[in-house]
T-cell receptor
Framework: GEQVEQLPSILRVQEGSSASINCTYE??????FPWYKQEPGENPKLIID?????ERKQTQGLIVLLDKKAKRFSLHITDTQPGDSAMYFC???????????FGSGTRLLVSP | SVLLYQKPNRDICQSGTSLKIQCVAD?????MFWYQQFQEQSLMLMAT?????????ESGFTKDKFPISRPNLTFSTLTVNNARPGDSSIYFC?????????FGAGTRLSVL
């Protein structure tokens, strides 16, 4: 099955700086890579995703990069704010969002 | 999108007892899944709930311990049998639509 590795586990940044989270996957058949943000006591919420036919996607201060050859994808949060502090999970799956496998999570802490 | 309503939100039970968690979707969905999340850890796929047939379990999860029902395309239940303190975690139902995975609010279970 698929395995997804995620680093770092904890990321501390200053407000206004950028934050980057990196993930790798094993199954070359994976073609869908979502990112979820989970705040304390809440369920995970999709913030951005990228499919295997793309290398880069950007929306509202979030950038996702996908390197299929290296089986690596990453999330970059620009101009971080304290409200960005949360757990972030990368994930990978095949067609249809079936059997989505999650990374181990990154706790992002943005200090004022 | 898909809205998933889960209940109970939280529960406390004694070791050896059973707990049933219900999940209702706001519309018919083909795929429903159950995830387990320990505090500050990743989301582990437990099983895929199949309409009208037995659930498909992932490694480490069994139907005897976690029986799942899916009588129709909007409803699923997860039962935790013979609950142990090690089962204390959050259980999420989820569903996929247009390749996006959505989560219910989760059920926080504490086993004494």
């Amino acid at each position: 099955g698929e395995q997804v590795e995620q680093l770092p586990s904890i990321l501390r940044v200053q407000e206004g700086s950028s934050a980057s989270i990196n993930c790798t996957y094993e199954n070359s058949a994976s073609n869908y890579f979502p990112w979820y943000k989970q705040e304390p006591g809440e369920n995970p919420k999709l913030i951005i995703d990228i499919r295997s036919n793309m290398e880069r996607k950007q929306t509202q201060g979030l950038i996702v990069l996908l390197d299929k050859k290296a089986k690596r994808f990453s999330l970059h949060i620009t101009d971080t704010q304290p409200g960005d502090s949360a757990m972030y999970f990368c994930a990978a799956s095949g067609t249809g969002g079936y059997k989505v496998v999650f990374g181990s999570g990154t706790r992002l802490l943005v200090s004022p | 999108s898909v809205l998933l309503y889960q209940k109970p939100n939280r529960d406390i039970c004694q070791s050896g007892t059973s707990l049933k968690i219900q999940c209702v979707a706001d519309s018919q969905v083909v795929s429903m899944f159950w995830y387990q999340q320990f505090q500050e850890q990743s989301l582990m796929l437990m099983a895929t709930a199949n309409e009208g047939s037995e659930a498909t379990y992932e490694s480490g999860f069994t139907k005897d311990k976690f029986p799942i029902s899916r009588p129709n395309l909007t409803f699923s239940t997860l039962t935790v049998n013979n609950a142990r303190p090690g089962d204390s975690s959050i259980y999420f139902c989820s569903s996929s639509r247009e390749n996006t995975l959505y989560f219910g609010a989760g059920t926080r279970l504490s086993v004494l």
